[in-house]
């Protein structure tokens, strides 16, 4: 009886001041490339495959922790020839080791995504699509793009709305009738009333923009990610530089901008291009008695990851989580290879703590 008139009471109090409290984690990363020596690392010739599962063993925790995780594709999956740079085609294996690790959904929207033409935009879209990829920035045709853009995903009783873009292709033409989606004000400004429209709880837009292997934002990125939060935009996530650019949680209007989160996997060796930052966004949602209800951000921080290539007789390419080698020293071979990824930590650290706007890094758990 006294159960009972425990439950009671908690159902008329929901009923006068009730509302429901929901919470969802969101991840981001940097650009996923394929360089040729990727590909060459990734072919098993046991299995007469390519096996890309290892590279993000490391890292599967984190990714795969969030209830999304969001990256940038940026490259084509064309078929063979594979190649890299500077026209990427990547093997359909890289997907099977992506939605493994943990990626949710991809933008496609960025200067490599018409490397192989119209064949490999569609084939890259169709891919996708085979393997159950959400993803958004590319189209077959203006159908496509009118029934598929903005992108809406739901989870969690959350629903957000994603935008893509890219400013350019590096000067290869899209073919008709495919749809590259293009960094315009005008274009944003139309895409982001009908994001509003939606109703949606957030509104994200991931751009491809910047000045390559600078870590700072220029004036046009500032100028663009303040004209998408004018028009509605409650997250930014930028992309190209392949270096870190500062992290900025406004928390006087509750949004965050992420200039570039850097390369986070490719093979780019060189000091700050040999890894990548992610960023970990935390909502939640109040739906009060009468259904209105309102989302904020509860934490915002980063973490890092650099690439190793391990002394494997295929020169395997994983992804370090920095702390966790930092806490466990033997988790790779080599000294050199230990101080690389240090050294990006350092400089990670160093350009974040002077640049960084309320956002700090996470503090990755540990096996006792």
Known sequence: MKKLLIILLLIVSRSLFGQDTTRLSLLFTGDIMQHE???????????????????????????????????????????????????????????????????DVLVTANNHCVDRGRKGLERTIDQLDQYGIPHTGTFKDTLDWLNNYPLIVNSKGFSFSLLNYTYGTNGISVTKPNIVNRIDTARIRKDLKKAMEQKTDVVVVFLHWGEEYKNLPNKSQ???????????????????????????????????????????????????????????????????????????????????????RAPDARRTYQLIPVQQLENDS????????????????????????KENKNIEEKRLKTKD
Not at 47 to 73: E, H, M, W
């Open 222 to 308: 500032k100028q663009i990610a303040d004209f998408c939060f004018k028009h509605g935009a409650k997250i930014v996530i930028g992309a190209h530089p392949h270096v870190l650019q500062p992290l900025e949680w406004r928390k006087e209007t509750d949004q965050v901008i992420a200039y570039s989160l850097g390369n986070f996997v490719s093979g780019q060796r060189d000091r700050y291009k040999n890894g990548g930052a992610m960023i970990h966004i935390d909502l939640e949602k109040i739906v009060q008695r009468d259904s209105a209800s309102s989302v904020k951000m509860t934490e915002v921080s980063y973490s890092l990851a650099g690439v190793y």
């Open 37 to 103: 020596s990727q590909i060459t690392a990734a072919f098993n010739p046991d299995s007469n495959r390519f096996d890309y599962k290892p590279c993000f063993q490391y890292v599967k925790p984190i990714l795969s922790a969030p209830d999304l995780t969001i990256g940038n594709l940026e490259l084509t999956l064309a078929g063979p020839p594979y190649k890299g740079f500077p026209q990427f085609s990547a093997p359909d294996q890289l997907l099977d080791a992506l939605k493994d690790a943990g990626f």
């Open 330 to 353: 033997t988790l790779i071979e080599g000294n050199i290879a230990r101080e690389m990824i240090r050294q990006f930590g350092v400089d990670s650290r160093a350009l974040y703590g």
